[in-house]
Nanobody, 126 residues
Framework: QLQASGGGLVQAGGSLRLSCKVS???????????IAWFRQAPGKDREFVAA???????YYGDSVKGRFTISRDNAQNTAYLQMNSLKPEDTAVYYC???????????????????WGQGTLVTVSS
């Protein structure tokens, strides 16, 4: 089970930190797992935001590079998304996803993830 939180309303240029708590599994975030953030704006497909591949390697979508940072706390079984310099176009529902077996070429594909959180809404006002 993944529980996402931390969304809210923020002005453009502001910051938010999202959290994704993983629970209910014997090994919540195994060493080979990939945890990721995606977002979905109304009427649009789910978009890749960021991922940590196999607990080590960070990848970002082009639209958030340099502004967002993904991290994970293995002891707390929690992943985070620090979002800075927010823009109105960042407005979306943000979802965290987890998978234990992804290969690198698949991490940007939402359909490849087995586990999802319920989403948390981020609204950026101009």
């Amino acid at each position: 089970q993944l529980q996402a939180s931390g969304g809210g309303l923020v002005q453009a240029g502001g910051s938010l930190r999202l959290s994704c708590k993983v629970s209910g599994r014997t090994f919540s975030m195994p060493s080979m797992s990939t945890i990721a953030w995606f977002r979905q704006a109304p009427g649009k497909d789910r978009e890749f935001v960021a991922a940590i591949f196999r607990r080590t390697y960070e990848y970002y979508g082009d639209s958030v590079k340099g502004r967002f940072t993904i991290s994970r706390d293995n002891a707390q079984n929690t992943a985070y998304l620090q979002m800075n310099s927010l823009k109105p176009e960042d407005t979306a529902v943000y979802y965290c996803g987890l998978d234990d077996r992804l290969i690198l070429s698949s991490i940007r594909q939402a359909g490849q993830y087995d586990y999802w959180g319920q989403g948390t809404l981020v609204t950026v006002s101009s």
